[in-house]
C-alpha cells in the first residue's frame, strides 16, 4: 500500500509545474522585451556598445533624439530626419530611397514595441509577475 501514488498529490504536483513553467515563461517575454530592447549599455538600433561620449544628453542635438544612440546612429537618425525635411546631403550618396525606408520601418517597429509595453495586456503581465515574485 505504500507505493500507491494519491491522485490528488500528483495532480496537485502537475498543477504547480504547469504553473511554473508558465511563470517562467512569463518571466522570459519581459526579460526578453526590457533586456533585449531597453538595454541602456548599448545602442538601440546597431547594438553597439555604448561609450561616455555616446550618452545622448552630450549630443549637441540631443533634445532631437529619442533613442539610445551611438555617436554613429545618432548622426544617422539626424539625417533621416533631415532628409525628410527636404535637406538631402549628395555627399551621403547611399541616404537613398531604400535607406529612408528601412529608417521608417525600424521608427515603426520601435513605435509598435512603445505601445505593445503600455498595453494593458503586457501592464497585466507586470502586475502578475510583480504579484507572484518574492521580493529581493
Known amino acids: 500500500m505504500a507505493d500507491i501514488i494519491s491522485f490528488d498529490n500528483r495532480r496537485q504536483q502537475a498543477d504547480d509545474e504547469k504553473h511554473s513553467a508558465d511563470q517562467k515563461r512569463k518571466i522570459a517575454a519581459v526579460r526578453q522585451m526590457f533586456q533585449c530592447s531597453h538595454c541602456a549599455s548599448k545602442c538601440i538600433k546597431c ?57 521608417g520601418k525600424w521608427i515603426d517597429y520601435q513605435s509598435t514595441i512603445d505601445r505593445y509595453i503600455k498595453s494593458k495586456e503586457f501592464v497585466q503581465l507586470l502586475d502578475e509577475l510583480k504579484s507572484t515574485t518574492p521580493d529581493p
Open 47 to 103: 547594438g553597439a556598445p555604448m561609450e561616455g561620449e555616446d550618452d545622448p544628453v552630450n549630443h549637441p542635438l540631443h533634445l532631437r533624439i529619442p533613442y539610445r544612440f551611438c555617436s554613429v546612429c545618432s548622426e544617422e537618425y539626424i539625417d533621416y530626419i533631415e532628409y525628410l525635411k527636404g535637406r538631402i546631403d549628395s555627399d551621403r550618396y547611399w541616404h537613398n530611397e531604400t535607406w529612408v525606408e528601412a529608417w
